[in-house]
């Protein structure tokens, strides 16, 4: 069963809007982390940020924050006042048992 | 400051040979993970290690690989004998807040094995 689930295979956004990745996860553990990772089309990754399943405030890291909702299981990546270098992909992940990785979100800013 | 270092960057190798990869972290952080990228299976955390010691190894495939970490400036991932199926993109990241968060990445090691 899949873990990750991220239904945006791609996404546009305009420059200096905000756009919101979508990412839901399936488990029942009751302690368990969430993550995102972006990959520039160089190949490098670049973690962006974490939210642990006991967090009560959502994680934010500069123009990034993570909406946490626990009842429905979503943790969607929120980027607000996109850059033209935020145009990559985009990687949700869960530390669980195991460790899960969504398929990605293709995202291009335009200009 | 370095970032995490990997070498080599690039490694082409013949099916049944060893291989073996390394990484250096960033100097002072105490956590390091094994990942693995590939078309057909995405990404994949393969190892995390904690102050040298490997907590959680389940994403290791199988017991062609091992990986160790001698002491908090190295560690090495090895496949021993390797197949074409291990051909991937191999990061390694470390992380000095002692857990998952604020993890830095190396540039990878391209694998090819022929």
């Known amino acids: 069963a899949q873990k990750i689930t991220q239904t945006q295979p791609g996404m546009f956004v305009q420059e200096k809007e905000a756009v919101t990745l979508d990412c839901t996860y399936d488990t029942s553990d009751q302690s368990y982390g969430l993550f995102w990772y972006k990959q520039p089309s160089s190949g490098e990754m670049i973690f962006l940020i974490y939210q642990g399943s006991y967090d009560e405030q959502n994680a934010t890291e500069g123009r990034y924050s993570l909406n946490f909702q626990k009842a429905r299981k979503s943790a969607n990546l929120v980027i607000s006042a996109s850059q033209l270098g935020d145009s990559a992909m985009y990687f949700c992940a869960m530390r669980g048992d195991q460790f899960y990785f969504g398929t990605g979100t293709s995202l291009t800013v335009i200009p | 400051d370095a970032g995490v270092i990997q070498s080599p960057r690039h490694e082409v190798t013949e099916m049944g040979q060893e291989v073996t990869l390394r990484c250096k972290p960033i100097?002072?952080?105490?956590?390091l993970f094994w990942y693995r990228q590939t078309m057909m299976r995405g990404l994949e955390l393969l190892i995390y290690?904690?102050?040298?010691?490997?907590?959680?190894d389940s994403g290791m495939p199988e017991d062609r690989f091992s990986a160790k970490m001698p002491n908090a400036s190295f560690s090495t991932l090895k496949i021993q004998p390797s197949e074409p199926r291990d051909s991937a993109v191999y990061f390694c990241a470390s992380s000095g807040t002692g857990g998952w968060n604020e993890q830095f990445f190396g540039p990878g090691t391209r694998l090819t094995v022929l």
């Open positions: 290690f904690n102050n040298n010691v490997p907590i959680d």
């Open positions: 100097s002072g952080h105490n956590s």
